[in-house]
């Protein structure tokens, strides 16, 4: 018997639920999403030397290419979060994963550098899509206390995806070239887009904070459980936030809190990202020429991604229960470690491992700066708020690997680069902890965005 229409607060619904084999379906499809990304990202950094030698690339062309490839991210974190914010999260996140499919095979055929370094900005547009719309997207599925750790588990798929490039170019480069690679990648990330498109929905929260479809809504959450007493032509309603209104303005990200909040999430970011980003362009290629063999130096850096990925989730679990303080302790204990190498003051018997260490703390505590992006914004902006941070951050991505050409092409020696890369953590510690000042404890997600969008 069909009962009379009702209004439903979609916040108290959501928040009130545990994850179902729904969510956990979801999250693993967007881990798939951010992991091929990952893998799509990494490996210049490991087929470098390979297209080094094929293609008579030198450093500072290698330091171009990849820095197109963030470029690219930057761009294309704008534009397609934009159009996410618009059109949806699900039709956006399938076109970035089969444009960056179909993006990484043709770079494969890519047999000169101007070929080269255009793939690579057209691929970093599609990747930069991509990924923000993913964190948005399950964080508008999921309860507060739990987004943090979602969001964590799903970067953490980018960070195996690049680790995942470095086994994955030593089982291929030797035998079919560094072209082999980019046509596995493209490969997987085209079975990967194929998935997303067959099991994919759309955020129920997007839908309601633009008002449209309210069937489609309706049929979402049947899907999150059947159980669920909700009928298409039930009023969905967020009482969390207010309703925005129009679409989205930069002014959006500044209000109240989110006036300090965004540009240190920003800076934080950036910092972070060009330690990152410096590290992934030419790790495999400074231990190589710290006279470490090239597959041992592709699967130190391997090693040290993968590590970075548990930490990362790990870091954000104790950071949740202790506070952004215990994030910025990790932090903090990098910059020692990086400057120790970096002038030669660690023993040549434990060099790797400290190496490895490093590597670990300087990508988990990446994660954890991620982690707090998506969750200080209301839904109607989520995604364009994601894209500006990553957009922004993401600069220092660009910088890095120009960076590092730099100093590789003016003799510096290579292991000079990890003392001079301190700098970044150390930015990012302070980051953290005006952070959580500001904060002053955890607070839900949503109030805080709640009070940003009245205010």
Request: glycine residues 10%; contains cysteine.
């Amino acid at each position: 018997m069909t009962r009379a229409a009702r209004t439903i607060d979609l916040a108290t619904l959501l928040e009130g639920r545990r994850l179902t084999g729904f969510n956990y379906l979801l999250i693993a499809l967007s881990w798939l999403v951010t992991m091929f990304d990952g893998l799509d990202m990494m490996m210049m950094s490991f087929t470098a030397p390979y297209m080094q030698e094929e293609l008579h690339l030198d450093d500072i062309q290698i330091g171009n290419t990849f820095s197109a490839g963030t470029l690219g991210m930057v761009i294309g974190g704008l534009i397609f979060t934009y159009v996410g914010d618009r059109i949806g999260r699900r039709p956006t996140i399938i076109f970035c994963t089969l444009a960056f499919g179909i993006l990484t095979m043709l770079t494969g055929f890519a047999t000169s550098y101007p070929a080269l370094l255009a793939l690579r900005l057209l691929d970093g547009l599609a990747i930069g899509g991509a990924l923000p719309l993913a964190w948005a997207l399950n964080v508008e599925f999921v309860p507060n206390k739990q987004r943090a750790t979602v969001v964590a588990f799903i970067m953490m798929g980018f960070s195996i995806g690049s680790g995942l490039a470095a086994p994955l170019t030593n089982w291929i480069a030797p035998i079919h070239g560094w072209e082999g690679v980019y046509f596995a990648g493209g490969f997987g990330s085209l079975l990967c887009a194929l998935a997303i498109a067959i099991f994919l929905p759309e955020s129920p929260r997007f839908l309601v904070s633009r008002g449209i479809k309210p069937h489609l809504v309706s049929a979402t959450l049947k899907r999150v459980d059947p159980t669920l007493d909700i009928q298409p032509d039930d009023h969905f309603i967020l009482g969390d936030e207010a309703r925005k209104q129009g679409n989205f303005r930069f002014g959006d990200l500044f209000k109240g809190n989110l006036r300090l909040l965004t540009p240190i999430i920003w800076i934080g970011y950036g910092a972070s990202a060009l330690g990152i980003f410096f590290k992934s362009a030419f790790g495999p290629t400074i231990l190589e020429r710290m006279d470490i063999p090239r597959e041992v130096a592709a699967n130190v850096s391997a090693i040290g991604a993968l590590a970075g990925a548990i930490a990362g989730v790990v870091i954000m679990r104790l950071s949740a229960r202790f506070g952004l303080r215990f994030a910025a302790a990790c932090t903090i204990l990098i910059v020692p470690m990086a400057v120790a190498v970096g002038m030669e003051w660690v023993p040549s018997n434990i060099l790797l491992p400290v190496i490895v260490v490093q590597s670990m703390l300087v990508g988990g505590c990446h994660t954890a700066i991620i982690s707090q992006l998506a969750l200080y914004y209301p839904s109607a902006i989520r995604a364009s708020a994601g894209g500006w941070a990553s957009a922004i951050g993401k600069m220092g991505g660009v910088i890095g690997p120009l960076i590092g050409a730099a100093i590789l092409a003016h003799g510096i020696p290579a292991v000079r680069t990890y003392a001079i890369a301190a700098i970044c953590p150390l930015i990012l510690f302070l980051s953290i902890v005006a952070i959580s000042v500001l904060i002053r404890r955890p607070e839900p997600a949503e109030a805080i965005s709640g009070r940003a969008a009245t205010a």
